[in-house]
């Protein structure tokens, strides 16, 4: 990924960094210091792999928690509850809630959306249950008379602002309730871990990303699980964190900047943890038909039709979004702003919130991010040009299934284009949104270069990329986009961050032998190391 050099062959760590490449120069290195010289038998080494936006505290705890991914039929989705209510009883838990996530309903026959009744199988327990994206859930009626009990009896009878509470025929809850439905009415109930269990989460999350070839990630996260959950466990670190900080209770009086002073306070800033900026929520999903469009989905008409604007896109009394001052705010705190956005509305009111800053202040250097753009209008398209684009390629891959019946046929030019932002200089990272999709970047590499969904229906391939530049995406990309300056790249005095994999990721076919990660290192420590027979062990050296 280092344009003057882009291959080499051999290369020498220390002390955390690389001392030298090419054969000759590292073997010279490794005599002189005494160190080890390891043979890699034709593998290929590239640059440690980096997911530019996942939730690594949440995807920890869904390693802990009922996954309902695998359920394919609204019978494996209750069979699987049972199992877990039936595991509670047994442990003594009568009151513990039972918590599951990763539920879709393209996947179950005729696009069935879970309701209460899927919970059945918790009896009296509170239970909730996730959608993929953790922009919806279904929650049986323990939780809804626990909302009633602390929002008050009417607190379901109305959607909130910006959430939506799904009712049947007589205007009674089915118990899904989407965006600020789910967030604000029950999020609060569900029983938060323990700071115990949250370190076991960042602990267990550090080691599967090792385990796929990550060597560092953007992770979406709370100041307070900053603070007690993440920082306290820097020294066990497998990948390097860049924190976007996910408080947004913005106060009334817009004054954004004293709140994002008390969010970054005190984190110190090293190569292994820092706070690269703030996130901002301009819409929902596509999945959800909450993601805000330009034009009704398909099928659809009436208020919920364009999806929805939430939290500070929403406009004010006078109309007003609040999106500009905020983004301005997080820039003069020196941090670069994280604007969700999916529909090609919320992407262009994202353009139209960096344009405004650009404009009032200049040229600033904290990269505005916006992530996700599923969407793009084609006239938008040149507004991204050096702008940031954090996709996520594997989002594709599922989303593509039902992109067409979201969208319809005469919008499918503005799904996940590629190769289209890029043609309009747009710099694209990648990552995942784990927990929402897994956070394997070989798979979120074979999305991008193929096409295929996860079904293996190619969808769009004229936004494919090649695999070079996919991985630039995964790697020099997604570091300068997180202000990683020594990451994403073999260079001399570069993080000795990297991946070695069992095939070459240029000469492969991404269809049918995708590479596999064989170790990783981080910081010249090795993180992982796959075992025999598990993509071929590798004789490593020591941690040293
Ligand atoms: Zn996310």
Redo the contacts with the bound molecule.
């Keep these: 990924m280092d344009e003057a050099r882009p291959t080499t062959d051999g290369i020498a760590f220390e002390r955390g960094r690389i001392l030298a490449l090419g054969d000759g120069p590292a073997r010279a290195a490794a005599r002189s210091s005494g160190g080890r010289v390891v043979d890699l038998g034709g593998r290929v080494v590239v640059p440690g792999l980096i997911d530019g ?1 996942l ?1 690594l505290e949440l995807g920890g705890q869904a390693l802990l928690r009922l996954d309902l991914s695998k359920a394919r039929s609204r019978g494996a989705f209750e069979s699987a509850i049972r199992e877990r209510a039936a595991t509670l009883a047994r442990d003594g838990r009568p009151d513990a809630w039972l918590v599951a996530g990763g539920w879709n309903e393209d996947d179950y026959p005729g696009r069935t959306t879970p309701d209460r009744t899927w919970l059945a199988g918790a009896g009296d327990r509170p239970a909730v249950a996730w959608r993929m994206d953790h922009h919806a859930c279904v929650v049986n009626d323990a939780v809804l008379d626990a909302i009633r009990a602390t929002h008050g009896s009417a607190a379901l009878e109305h959607d909130p602002d910006g959430g939506r509470i799904e009712r049947d025929g007589s205007g009674r809850p089915t118990g899904l309730l989407q965006e600020a439905a789910a967030w604000r009415l029950v999020s609060p109930l569900v029983p938060s871990p323990t700071i115990d269990e949250r370190r076991e989460a960042v602990l267990l999350a550090h080691r599967y990303l090792a385990s796929l070839g990550v060597t560092a990630v953007g992770s ?1 996260e709370y100041a307070s699980i900053l603070r007690e959950a993440i920082e306290p466990m820097r020294n066990a670190f497998d990948v390097r964190m860049r924190v976007t900080i996910l408080d947004r209770d913005w106060p009334a009086d817009g004054r954004f900047d004293r709140t994002i002073a008390a969010c970054i306070e005190g984190i110190r800033q090293d190569e292994l943890l820092g706070i690269v900026g703030m996130k901002a929520f301009i819409d929902g999903t596509l999945g959800s038909r909450t993601a805000r469009m330009l034009e009704p989905y398909e099928g659809l008409s009436g208020s919920d039709a364009l999806g929805l604007f939430v939290e500070l896109a929403l406009p004010d009394e006078r109309g007003r979004s609040h999106l500009e001052p905020w983004l301005r705010a997080v820039r003069a705190a020196g941090r670069s702003p994280s604007m ?1 956005a999916i529909g090609d509305a919320a992407v262009r009111a994202a353009l139209d919130a960096i344009d405004a800053s650009d404009r009032l202040d200049g040229p600033n250097p904290q990269p505005a991010r916006i ?1 996700h753009a599923q969407t793009v209008h084609p006239d938008d398209l040149p507004r991204f040009k050096g702008r940031w684009a954090s996709m996520q390629p594997l989002h594709k891959a599922f989303d593509a299934r039902s992109a067409l019946e979201r969208l319809g046929p005469k919008r499918m030019d503005r799904f996940f284009p590629f190769r289209s932002l890029k043609r309009h200089g747009a710099r694209l990272a990648f990552g995942s ?1 784990w927990p ?1 999709v897994s956070p394997d970047p070989i798979l979120g590499l074979r999305a991008a270069i193929t096409g295929r969904d996860i079904d293996e229906v190619v969808c769009r391939p004229e936004e494919n990329l090649d695999p070079r530049e996919a991985l630039a995406a995964y790697t020099v990309d997604a570091a300068a986009c997180l202000g990683l300056a020594d990451a994403g790249v073999l260079r001399e005095g570069a993080f000795a961050d990297c991946t070695v994999l069992d095939r070459d990721p240029y000469g492969c076919d991404w269809v049918r032998t995708p590479p596999a990660v064989v170790a990783t290192f981080m910081g010249g420590r090795r993180t992982y190391a796959a075992e025999e027979g598990d993509g071929g062990a590798m004789s490593a050296p020591s941690a040293r």
């Design positions: 936006h939730h979406m969700h992530e949104d929402i």
